[in-house]
């Protein structure tokens, strides 16, 4: 099992950037397909993006396609999250999330929260006008 942490989150304002980490201190995390979240008070979680095992594989929600990316480097054992042209409708608790995969699985059969395992705590983005 991989602990996942979450990092980069913080105040951007509309139209910049920001790039969230996820990382584990266990190499089994390049075994994991990985997903990014996010979710705000009263609201359901909502599905960021994803990518594969093998790195070779994204998948994006349909409010953030073409804004944001997901990327992995395996020799950090760390996934990230590069948001670009952030929102006001930005704003959240972004949650990276785990879960072993085989090596060819795609990033799209991984859209649904109730399919990860393993959890980081959360970090906060927040979005000013």
């Known amino acids: 099992q991989a602990q996942l942490q979450e990092s980069g989150g913080g105040l951007a304002q509309a139209g910049g950037s920001l790039r969230l980490s996820c990382t584990s201190s266990r190499r089994i995390f390049n075994d994991y397909t990985v997903g990014w979240f996010r979710q705000v008070p009263g609201k359901e979680r909502e599905f960021v993006g994803s990518i594969s095992r093998s790195g070779t594989t994204t998948s994006y929600g349909d409010s953030v396609k073409g804004r944001f990316t997901v990327s992995r480097d395996k020799d950090k054992n760390t996934a990230y999250l590069q948001m670009n042209s952030l929102t006001p409708e930005d704003t959240a608790v972004y949650s990276c999330?785990?879960?072993?995969?085989?090596?060819?699985?795609?990033?799209?059969?991984?859209?649904?929260?109730?399919?990860?395992?393993?959890w980081g705590q959360g970090t906060r983005v927040t979005v000013s006008s």
């Open positions: 999330a785990g879960v072993r995969t085989i090596l060819t699985a795609t990033a799209s059969a991984y859209t649904r929260d109730s399919l990860y395992h393993y």
